[in-house]
């Protein structure tokens, strides 16, 4: 069941819920969560995001989002980032973290290029850890659902941050979900063939979930301009998370692996083909195979970055021994 954001009368959500049932019809059922005094308005700076009786944000644009060079790293939150030695060095070059992967910057003392967010549940159930991620980072990504859902649990987290919004391209705000067959003949999406799997070549106007963040964030790294991507704690496992949780959040990886988290990668492999650009995971056990996606041992990739580093810091000449 949809997680329904409160509202001062019951009976108006229950109006709510019957109107998207019987008028809005299928595809604007997925609307049936946000509440009626939601709202959200696109200027040519941005985005007004308001919810009469708690407030109004400001997000940019995706198109505002800026790269920072040619090379970036996703860190996720697979117990394999236990095995990294001196993981600081993810952060002399822009990196990109997801949900609760964002503690490990601040356990460094460093600080998260992006922070991607795209379930609503991680903030309402773990609104400390996204606070501290929001303070940490340069740039903090959520989709609508998730900015309603930090306006409830942690809305100090978003206020006075360089907040970005980030559109679902199949479940739009307030708007009718495009149909698969629609979707596999968009030319600015890579569909497989029903459509009901996309990955976006176009990520300002959205992108598509496939049951982790991951997915949503290679999307919107490839889509500002990044041509190669380092990703870490990628396992795609139901193990526990690289930090410490006194009250675990259930991890549902291994119930949307077969049918989304695969498939959506094939579309990746499939976008690298096309495009030239590359994208490594350095998990070597990883579920997701290296007959899709790359693997290599995440210690050298880490190696490879720190010598990457030396070279820029040198101007090209190797590092001195």
């Known amino acids: 069941m949809a997680f329904r954001f409160p509202e001062q009368s019951p009976f108006e959500e229950l109006l709510r819920a019957a109107w998207y049932r019987f008028v809005g019809g299928q595809r604007q059922w997925h609307n049936r969560g946000f509440a009626s ?20 944000l400001r997000a940019k644009s995706l198109r505002q ?53 795209s379930d609503y549940r991680f903030i309402l159930e773990k609104p400390e850890l996204f606070r501290a991620g929001t303070r940490v980072a340069d740039a903090v990504v ?27 391209l ?39 979930a496939a049951g982790t963040v991951v997915f949503d964030a290679v999307q919107v790294l490839y889509g500002i301009g990044y041509r190669e991507i380092f990703m870490f704690g990628v396992d795609l496992s139901d193990g526990p998370r690289f930090y410490s949780e006194t009250d675990p959040a259930v ?14 990668f094939e579309l990746v492999a499939e976008y690298l083909r096309r495009s030239g650009r590359r994208l490594v995971n350095g998990s070597p056990d990883s579920r997701l195979p290296d007959s ?8 050298d990739l880490l190696d490879l970055l720190e010598r990457r580093n030396e070279r820029a810091a040198t101007g090209g000449r190797p590092a001195a021994a």
Not at 37 to 56: A, H, K, N, V, Y
Not at 292 to 299: H, S, T
Request: glycine share 8%.
């Open 170 to 208: 199949r479940r739009p705000f307030k708007r009718p979900r495009p149909t698969n067959r629609e979707l596999a003949r968009d030319p600015n999406v890579i569909a497989n063939a029903s459509g009901d799997l996309v990955f976006s070549l176009d990520p300002i106007r959205g992108t598509c």
């Open 37 to 56: 005094r939601q709202s959200i308005e696109e200027d040519d700076l941005g985005f007004t995001i308001r919810w009469e009786g708690r407030g109004e």
């Open 65 to 117: 989002l800026r790269r920072r060079g040619d090379v970036a790293s996703v860190l996720a939150s697979g117990p394999s980032v236990r095995s990294l030695r001196r993981l600081e060095r993810l952060f002399d070059r822009p990196v990109c973290c997801v949900n609760g992967s964002v503690e490990m910057a601040a356990a460094v003392g460093r600080r998260a290029d992006y922070y991607f967010v």
């Open 251 to 264: 991890n549902e990886l291994s119930h949307a692996y077969e049918r989304g988290i695969e498939p959506a």
């Open 142 to 168: 959520l989709g609508p659902m998730a900015v309603f859902a930090a306006m409830i649990a942690a809305p100090d987290a978003v206020e006075g941050v360089e907040l970005f919004l980030r559109e679902d």
């Open 292 to 299: 899709i996606i790359p693997k290599a041992d995440g210690n």
